[in-house]
C-alpha cells in the first residue's frame, strides 16, 4: 500500500460523502447540507497533514461488530466482553488501546478492560443530568466532543439524533472505534468545530459547549453561533472554567494558565451571564459553581501524564503555578426565548 493510502483505509467509510448512508441526509431540507458536505471534503483532502497519520491503520485491526453488551446509562460506558474476541484481536485490542492514550475523558470498559480516564466525565454528567430535564426525542449537538463519552451518555436518554462536533482526528477515529462495536443509532461524529453550526441554522433543541468558550479568542462568537443553531426555546448547557469574583470581568493570561496553552478569557460567574446575555439568551441560571477538584481531574494508568495538582502551586492550592487564581467551574443553563 502507497504511504498516501496508509491512514486512507479507516478513514474513507466515514467520509465516504455516500448519501444513501449519510445521516443528515434525512435532514438535508433542514441544514446547509451542501456546507457540511464540503467541510468534510476539505477534512478528507487534509488527512495526510495529520501527524499520526500513517499509524491510522491500527483501528482496522479488529473487524467491526455489533457487541451483545452495551451499557450507557451508568457512570462506566461499557462496551463489549472479553469473550467476542479472539486471542489475537485481544492482544490488538491492547495495541489500539495504548495507542489512544491518554484517555482524558471517560471512564469506559471496553470488552472488559477498565479504561479510567484522567477526566471523571461521569462526575461532570451527574451535575449535568439533574439540571436539563428530558433528553428525550431532543435534536442534540455537543462540542467539543473529545472521545464521544458524553454522547454516549446523551443517546441513554433516547434523543432523535446527538452530533458530537470535534475537529481533532484522532479523537473522532476513538469514538468511531468504539461506536464500530457499541452501534448506538442515535449518535454520530463530524470532525468539524463549531464554527460549523452556522450549517445547522434553527435545528437543536438542546447544545452542550462542555470546557470549551476559554479556549476561544472570540466567546461571544461561539455563542452567536450557538444561539441561532437553537430552535426558539432551545437551551445551552454550559461548562466554563472561570475565576472568583463578583465584579463582571475577565482574567487574560499569559501564554499558560494552570500549564495548558489555549486558554484565553476566564470570566467570573457576572461575565458569563453578561456574555451569555449578550448573545441573546434569556432564563439564564448557574447550576453549580465550585472550584476544579483533583478528585475529578487527576493522572491514570490509561493517562500518565501531568494533572491538575501538578499546575497548583505547592502550600497554596488557590493559586495556580504561575501565581494565577486557581480555576473553577461554572455549570450555566440558559434559553433561546
Given at each position: ?35 457540511i ?16 497519520f ?7 485491526k ?27 484481536e ?12 491518554p ?20 462526575l ?9 430535564g428530558?433528553?428525550?426525542g431532543?435534536?442534540i ?7 464521544g ?24 477515529c ?6 464500530s ?8 461524529f ?89 448573545a ?20 491514570s ?7 491538575l495538582?501538578?499546575?497548583?502551586l505547592?502550600?497554596?492550592d ?20
Amino acid at each position: 500500500m502507497k504511504k498516501e493510502e496508509l491512514g486512507t483505509s479507516f478513514c474513507n467509510h466515514l467520509l465516504s460523502l455516500d448519501t444513501l448512508n449519510d445521516y443528515l441526509f434525512y435532514y438535508r431540507k433542514a441544514v446547509n447540507y451542501d456546507r457540511i458536505n464540503f467541510e468534510r471534503l476539505a477534512v478528507k483532502r487534509n488527512l495526510g497533514l495529520q501527524p499520526f497519520f500513517n499509524s491510522l491503520n491500527i483501528f482496522h485491526k479488529i473487524k467491526p461488530f455489533k457487541s451483545n453488551h452495551i451499557l450507557i446509562d451508568s457512570s462506566v460506558v461499557e462496551i463489549g466482553k472479553k469473550d467476542e474476541l479472539n486471542d489475537s484481536e485481544l492482544i490488538d485490542l491492547q495495541y489500539i488501546l495504548r495507542f489512544i492514550k491518554p484517555w482524558k475523558k471517560g471512564p469506559f470498559t471496553l470488552f472488559d478492560t477498565p479504561l479510567d480516564s484522567e477526566w471523571r466525565s461521569d462526575l461532570k454528567w451527574q451535575r449535568i443530568e439533574k439540571s436539563i430535564g428530558s433528553l428525550s426525542g431532543k435534536r442534540i449537538a455537543d462540542i467539543g466532543s473529545n472521545n464521544g463519552y458524553f454522547l454516549f451518555r446523551m443517546a441513554a436518554s433516547c434523543p432523535e439524533l446527538v452530533i458530537g462536533f470535534e475537529p481533532v482526528i484522532k479523537h473522532w477515529c476513538t469514538f468511531s472505534f468504539l461506536q464500530s462495536f457499541a452501534q448506538v443509532p442515535s449518535i454520530h461524529f463530524e470532525p468539524l468545530g463549531v464554527e460549523s453550526l452556522v450549517a445547522f441554522d434553527n435545528f437543536f433543541h438542546t447544545v452542550f459547549c462542555l470546557g470549551i468558550l476559554y479556549h476561544h479568542p472570540d466567546p461571544h462568537k461561539i455563542l452567536t453561533i450557538i444561539y441561532k443553531s437553537l430552535q426558539k426555546r432551545g437551551k445551552v448547557i454550559i461548562d466554563c472554567q472561570g475565576i472568583e469574583g463578583e465584579e463582571s470581568s475577565c482574567f487574560f493570561p499569559g501564554k499558560r494558565y494552570a500549564g495548558a496553552k489555549g486558554v484565553w478569557y476566564l470570566p467570573t460567574l457576572p461575565a458569563l451571564f453578561h456574555w451569555l446575555s449578550r448573545a441573546g439568551f434569556k432564563k439564564i441560571e448557574c447550576f453549580y459553581n465550585e472550584k476544579l477538584s483533583s478528585d475529578e481531574q487527576r493522572p491514570s494508568v490509561w493517562a500518565p501524564i501531568k494533572s491538575l495538582n501538578d499546575f497548583l502551586l505547592s502550600g497554596n492550592d488557590s493559586l495556580t503555578v504561575e501565581g494565577y487564581l486557581a480555576p473553577r467551574r461554572f455549570y450555566v443553563l440558559a434559553e433561546k426565548v
